[in-house]
């Protein structure tokens, strides 16, 4: 019963997340090459390190859905989620200046590289237990790369330590300068112990992905 319950309250926060994509403006990816000024200091630099609230690497944003860009902009702008520096850059931002940005980085970077598989490895069962208990593949896709809706990241491949930062960050609450607010990701979260969530982060960035980080021209 419960996870009956569990599956139709999914699929409905699905349902009721796409129609608010198909809602939102469109992005054009050639203007957002003029936009992003402010973000290839961190994300256009293989390996750099961000050091609030602790020492982690930056997230690879080319190749990431539109959507889910979009979306994570307007949770800093509404202080949804409070980072600092990105609230403050996504202050500055119109919605279009969001939607421009967003489509120029998820076509950013796409080659011929082979396509992610269909499905991730196998885990350990130690891990595989804790990928259950969170239903990640639910949200995030069977191979971690193809989310159920847009708004939802693809997450394979993605560096472990801003996996688990960014995991730890929805366990916390009324923090004044860092975490994040949502009821689905803090939900799960909290499940598990920082341990848990270092052995899923570390799994999951070990998956083969579309992300990656793509330097400007200035920084190659």
């Not at 130690?126 to 939802?152: D, I, M, R």
């Amino acid at each position: 019963m419960i996870k009956h319950i569990s599956s139709v309250l999914m699929v409905f926060v699905a349902s009721v997340t796409s129609l608010a994509y198909a809602q939102d403006i469109a992005g054009d990816a050639k203007a957002g090459a003029t936009k992003i000024a402010m973000c290839i200091g961190c994300h256009g630099i293989k390996g750099y390190q961000a050091s609030f609230p602790e020492v982690y690497k930056v997230p690879k944003i080319s190749g990431q859905n539109a959507a889910y860009i979009v979306s994570s902009l307007n949770a800093y702008q509404k202080g949804e989620r409070k980072h600092p520096t990105m609230r403050s850059i996504a202050a500055s931002l119109s919605a279009k200046d969001m939607a421009d940005m967003a489509a120029y980085y998820e076509s950013h970077g796409r080659d011929d590289a082979p396509p992610p598989p269909e499905k991730a490895s196998e885990a350990p069962t130690a891990v595989a237990a804790l990928l259950t208990k969170g239903a990640c593949s639910s949200c995030h896709g069977a191979n971690l790369n193809k989310p159920v809706v847009p708004t939802y990241p693809k997450i394979a491949g993605q560096h472990k330590d801003y996996l688990y930062v960014a995991l730890k960050s929805y366990k916390q609450d009324g923090q004044a300068t860092w975490g994040r607010a949502n009821g689905v990701m803090g939900g799960i979260a909290k499940q598990f112990t920082l341990a848990e969530l270092k052995e899923l982060s570390a799994y999951v960035s070990s998956q083969q992905g579309e992300l990656k980080t793509v330097p400007q021209s200035k920084f190659r």
